[in-house]
C-alpha cells in the first residue's frame, strides 16, 4: 500500500469510528421486511452484495428506489446507508440498497461497472417483490451522488455507454435524487487531489477521461428528471450541487433544487437527509424528494 493509500485509509478508518457512534444513536424503523445479503455477482466478493427493503404486509406493487452509498469512492458498504434505506422504506417504498468495490481496489470507473451489475440483478428481481417496474427512482449521496448521476445518464445514453464501455442495463429511471454529489472529478484544485486518485493513477489516457465532470455527460443525452439537496453546512459538496442545478437548467432537464440555509439556527452538515434521516430537516429534505418522485410516476 502506498503513503497515500495509507492515508486515505486511515482518514476513512476515523469517519468510521464517527460514523458507527452515531449510527448507534438512530432509531431503526420498524414494520420492514428485509432481505439481506443477496449476491449481485457470483464471485464470492463481501461487497458483491445488495438488500432490499419493503412495508410488512405489502399487498400490492410499490415504486423502487435504487440508492448508491457515499463515503469517498474508499469507505463504507450498505449497511452506511441502511436506516436511510429503512427510512425511505417505511414511507411506501421497495428500497434496494447496494455494496461495491472501494479505493484502491476499484477506481470510481470499476464502481460504475459493480454498480451496473447490481442493476442487472435488480432489474432480474423486481418480479420477486412488490416493485412497480414503471416507477423506478435513483438515489445517490457525495460520491454515491457522483456514481448515481453518471449511472442515470449511462441509462439515456447508448454514446456515454460506448465511451465508458458499459453495457445496457436495460432499467430506466423516472428521476434521480442527488444529495450533495460530488459529480465534477476533474474539478480545481484542492477537491481535484482526492477526486483524481479516485479515477486512477493513467486515468487520462482513457478514452472516458474527458467526461468525468458531470456538464461534460450532459450533451451525451437526456438526464432524467433530479432533485437535488444541499446546505449551508456542506463544505464538501454545496459548491459541486449548485453547480449541477446551474448546468442542468443550461441543458434544459427538469430539476428542483432544495438548499438548507441554517436550520433551527444551525448550519446542517453534508448529506443531512442520509445520515439524520429522522430529524426534522432530514424528514423534510426527504419528504420533498418523494414528492417530486411522486410528480413523475406513471
Known sequence: MSLIEKVVALFWLNTKRQDDK????????EGIT?????????????????????????TGKLPVIIDVHGGGWAYGD??????????????GYVVFNMSYRLYPEAYAKQQLEDIREALV??????????????NIFLTGDSAGGMLAAFTAMLSQSSEM????GIEDTGLRFNAVGLTSPVAYMDDKLPVSFYTNLMLGKD???EKWAPYVNFDRLLPLGKMPPTFLVTSSGDFIARKQTLRCAKDLKERGVEYQLMDFEKFGGKDL???????????EAGDRAIEEMLRFFRKHSK
Open 22 to 29: 452515531r449510527i448507534a444513536t438512530l432509531t431503526v424503523p
Open 34 to 58: 428485509e432481505v439481506n445479503g443477496i449476491e449481485y455477482m457470483s464471485d464470492g466478493h463481501r461487497y458483491h452484495q445488495l438488500d432490499v427493503y419493503y412495508p410488512e404486509g405489502t
Open 78 to 91: 450498505k449497511e452506511l446507508n441502511k436506516i436511510y434505506c429503512l427510512t425511505l422504506a417505511k414511507k
Open 121 to 134: 440483478c435488480i432489474k432480474e428481481s423486481l418480479d420477486k417483490f412488490p416493485c412497480d417496474e414503471n
Open 161 to 164: 455507454r460506448h465511451i465508458f
Open 203 to 205: 486515468f487520462r489516457k
Open 269 to 279: 452538515p453534508h448529506v443531512f437527509p442520509v445520515i439524520f434521516p429522522s430529524d
